[in-house]
């Protein structure tokens, strides 16, 4: 496959300034999401004339540029999306994993990240990969809900891989934490290492093969594209793990699913149904709740005792979230996940593959028992919340065990303790994680139930990234260099 193309003949810089100065385009529309690159790509789309969901594909595509340690190309995730006049419905592209033969697995080997107060191991290797979901789901998405032609929403990503994204304050931190992944490829180290240091707050992250690879989305139809060149690319590195066939590949369909819908205090909440995990144990939690006029820090510690012997393990959550309501009402809101990656890059295209069949908390049972073909359970839940007047509440979160504990004690700071939205995202959170309660500092110190109670320095990326948009105010959370507009 040729991935060197002529660069675009549009000029991306010049078509979406142009749409900075259109008037009436901008009119009320909100969005928050994981990085300033990615929400002005999101916003750059609006003010062309598109609508939510090709804000939210574009913006997913400049994250796998600006958010590259969260999310990527050959990731997976799902999109809440409801058009407005239309019922919710949820994409689900994560990712998925054939059947196993566990006796042919190569390419699989541990390694220990180091996030401060905790080691985490990981398994990186070919022989972690499942199948990616993300690009097939932006493409369907993009052909029952997008309006503008998808080559312009990949534009601004292409212009970003080029010319460079500033690395956030999170960025740099998670950087670190991942450097065992980022050391074990020369090509990782190419894109994050600048005059033998990794790259720091401010620096510019270059990904020019990545630019090179999107280029192929202007001139072909993205769809055919994706089956028969990507799917044959990815396949031919991802072989070596022995694990994953090129129909596996080709065959991979993003499945639309009925909302998991609670009414719960005169709202209505619709959330990630099965197979995530996440939609259901938000649910439990909320309902341990239900009862209450008032939620303190005590009530979700009992909430989260009640769904403790369902959720995952503890890992830092490679995950990123994007929100989007435009000025016609129409939501798109969407999770997109990398694990921490699987430690290469495809040749040629500076893609990183999920690792998501050597996560502890994503295989149970432990790894490569897959018996057949199934998308892999996990906790990421685009939400959307709908008040009796028809006002809009979206949200979701990164921080895999933490998206549960993130979301539950967002949705009762809303709910229940009528904050508004800033406050109910900035408010310190806990989160319960097998016997030990995490804390953020608070001004108050309420008396936990709990033995093991850690108390850390401040508000930190471990307890989630909830990026939300209401039909009055639009918030990225702080913890993960969250922005909004």
């Given at each position: 496959?040729?991935?060197?193309?002529?660069?675009?003949?549009?000029?991306?810089?010049?078509?979406?300034?142009?749409?900075?100065?259109?008037?009436?385009?901008?009119?009320?529309?909100?969005?928050?999401?994981?990085?300033?690159?990615?929400?002005?790509?999101?916003?750059?789309?609006?003010?062309?004339?598109?609508?939510?969901?090709?804000?939210?594909?574009?913006?997913?595509?400049?994250?796998?540029?600006?958010?590259?340690?969260?999310?990527?190309?050959?990731?997976?995730?799902?999109?809440?999306?409801?058009?407005?006049?239309?019922?919710?419905?949820?994409?689900?592209?994560?990712?998925?994993?054939?059947?196993?033969?566990?006796?042919?697995?190569?390419?699989f080997?541990?390694?220990?990240?180091?996030?401060?107060?905790?080691?985490?191991?990981?398994?990186?290797?070919?022989?972690?990969?499942?199948?990616?979901?993300?690009?097939?789901?932006?493409?369907?998405?993009?052909?029952?809900?997008?309006?503008?032609?998808?080559?312009?929403?990949?534009?601004?990503?292409?212009?970003?891989?080029?010319?460079?994204?500033?690395?956030?304050?999170?960025?740099?931190?998670?950087?670190?934490?991942?450097?065992?992944?980022?050391?074990?490829?020369?090509?990782?180290?190419?894109?994050?290492?600048?005059?033998?240091?990794?790259?720091?707050?401010?620096?510019?992250?270059?990904?020019?093969?990545?630019?090179?690879?999107?280029?192929?989305?202007?001139?072909?139809?993205?769809?055919?594209?994706y089956?028969?060149?990507?799917?044959?690319?990815?396949?031919?590195?991802?072989?070596?793990?022995?694990?994953?066939?090129?129909?596996?590949?080709?065959?991979?369909?993003?499945?639309?699913r009925?909302?998991?819908?609670?009414?719960?205090?005169?709202?209505?909440?619709?959330?990630?149904?099965?197979?995530?995990?996440?939609?259901?144990?938000?649910?439990v939690?909320?309902?341990?709740?239900?009862?209450?006029?008032?939620?303190?820090?005590q009530?979700?510690?009992?909430?989260?005792?009640k769904?403790?012997?369902?959720k995952?393990?503890?890992?830092v959550?490679?995950?990123?979230?994007?929100?989007?309501?435009?000025?016609?009402?129409?939501?798109?809101?969407?999770?997109?996940?990398?694990?921490?990656?699987?430690?290469?890059?495809?040749?040629?295209?500076?893609?990183?593959?999920?690792?998501?069949?050597?996560?502890?908390?994503?295989?149970?049972?432990?790894?490569?028992?897959?018996?057949?073909?199934?998308?892999?359970?996990?906790?990421?839940?685009p939400?959307?919340?709908?008040?009796?007047?028809?006002?809009l509440?979206?949200?979701?979160?990164?921080?895999?065990?933490?998206?549960?504990?993130?979301?539950?004690?967002?949705?009762?700071?809303?709910?229940?303790?009528?904050?508004?939205?800033?406050?109910?995202?900035?408010?310190?959170?806990?989160?319960?994680?097998?016997?030990?309660?995490?804390?953020?500092?608070?001004?108050?110190?309420?008396?936990?139930?709990?033995?093991?109670?850690?108390?850390?320095?401040?508000?930190?990326?471990?307890?989630?990234?909830?990026?939300?948009?209401?039909?009055?105010?639009?918030?990225?959370?702080?913890?993960?260099?969250?922005?909004?507009?």
């Amino acid at each position: 496959m040729d991935i060197n193309l002529p660069s675009a003949k549009v000029n991306v810089i010049t078509r979406f300034a142009k749409g900075k100065d259109k008037k009436n385009m901008v009119d009320n529309f909100k969005i928050a999401g994981g990085h300033k690159d990615t929400v002005d790509s999101a916003s750059n789309v609006l003010k062309e004339g598109g609508n939510a969901f090709d804000a939210a594909i574009a913006g997913v595509f400049a994250s796998m540029s600006c958010e590259y340690l969260y999310t990527g190309a050959a990731s997976g995730g799902a999109m809440l999306v409801k058009k407005n006049g239309f019922s919710a419905d949820i994409i689900d592209f994560f990712v998925e994993t054939p059947p196993i033969d566990s006796s042919k697995v190569k390419d699989f080997k541990a390694i220990n990240a180091d996030f401060g107060n905790t080691k985490q191991e990981f398994n990186i290797g070919a022989g972690s990969v499942g199948i990616p979901g993300t690009l097939p789901g932006l493409i369907q998405i993009h052909k029952e809900y997008g309006s503008l032609p998808f080559s312009v929403l990949v534009e601004q990503a292409i212009d970003l891989s080029k010319k460079g994204c500033l690395v956030s304050k999170n960025q740099e931190y998670l950087s670190e934490v991942l450097f065992p992944i980022i050391s074990s490829s020369k090509v990782l180290e190419s894109l994050f290492i600048k005059d033998g240091s990794l790259l720091k707050e401010g620096d510019l992250f270059f990904n020019t093969e990545f630019a090179s690879f999107l280029d192929q989305f202007l001139y072909e139809d993205a769809a055919t594209f994706y089956k028969h060149e990507v799917c044959p690319l990815f396949y031919n590195s991802f072989k070596a793990g022995g694990i994953i066939e090129l129909k596996n590949l080709q065959e991979y369909t993003p499945k639309k699913r009925a909302p998991l819908e609670l009414k719960y205090c005169g709202h209505q909440i619709f959330m990630n149904p099965q197979p995530s995990t996440g939609g259901t144990l938000i649910n439990v939690g909320l309902k341990q709740l239900s009862g209450l006029d008032v939620v303190s820090k005590q009530d979700i510690e009992g909430a989260l005792h009640k769904i403790k012997n369902f959720k995952d393990q503890d890992m830092v959550g490679s995950t990123t979230h994007l929100s989007v309501i435009d000025k016609e009402n129409n939501v798109a809101s969407v999770t997109t996940t990398n694990g921490v990656g699987a430690g290469f890059t495809v040749p040629g295209t500076g893609i990183m593959p999920n690792n998501m069949l050597g996560e502890k908390h994503l295989n149970m049972n432990g790894f490569h028992n897959w018996k057949s073909r199934q998308r892999i359970p996990s906790n990421i839940c685009p939400t959307l919340i709908i008040d009796k007047n028809n006002n809009l509440t979206t949200l979701g979160s990164a921080g895999s065990s933490r998206i549960i504990s993130a979301t539950i004690s967002v949705i009762s700071n809303l709910l229940h303790n009528e904050m508004s939205l800033k406050r109910s995202i900035s408010k310190s959170r806990i989160h319960l994680e097998g016997d030990t309660l995490h804390c953020e500092p608070s001004d108050n110190h309420p008396k936990y139930k709990t033995k093991n109670v850690v108390v850390w320095g401040g508000k930190n990326m471990y307890f989630g990234g909830v990026n939300a948009c209401s039909s009055f105010e639009s918030v990225g959370d702080e913890r993960r260099s969250g922005v909004s507009v």
